[in-house]
Nanobody, 116 residues
Framework: QVQLVESGGGLVQPGGSLRLSCATSRIIFSTSTMGWHRQTPGKQRELVATITAGGRTNYADSVKGRFTVSRDNAKNTVYLQMNSLKPEDTAQYFC??????????WGQGTQVTVSS
């Protein structure tokens, strides 16, 4: 059973920062584009950021300049550094592992709440 184990969510004030982490197996990590999606109640899941095995990144327009996705190949872990957080960033954040045809695996989700 493939596992994507997320951590790092929580409550933060507007303008604050959080870092999400997601660890998985070596075989999944080394062959997948890793990324993050998010979802709020009543809305579809949306792409936040992805990073390929080669390190190429992609971001949603809404987070460009504020969020940074990175991967540590030695730890089989992908990170999402979130700065200058806004209330509209409040969502359940899901770690993802993508293959050629799209997302193959989803994490269990971690809640991020931005509120004063």
């Amino acid at each position: 059973q493939v596992q994507l184990v997320e951590s790092g969510g929580g409550l933060v004030q507007p303008g604050g920062s959080l870092r999400l982490s997601c660890a998985t197996s070596r075989i999944i990590f080394s062959t997948s584009t890793m990324g993050w999606h998010r979802q709020t109640p009543g809305k579809q899941r949306e792409l936040v950021a992805t990073i390929t095995a080669g390190g190429r990144t992609n971001y949603a327009d809404s987070v460009k300049g504020r969020f940074t996705v990175s991967r540590d190949n030695a730890k089989n872990t992908v990170y999402l550094q979130m700065n200058s957080l806004k209330p509209e960033d409040t969502a359940q954040y899901f770690c993802t592992a993508e293959g050629v045809f799209g997302v193959d695996y989803w994490g269990q989700g971690t809640q991020v709440t931005v509120s004063s």
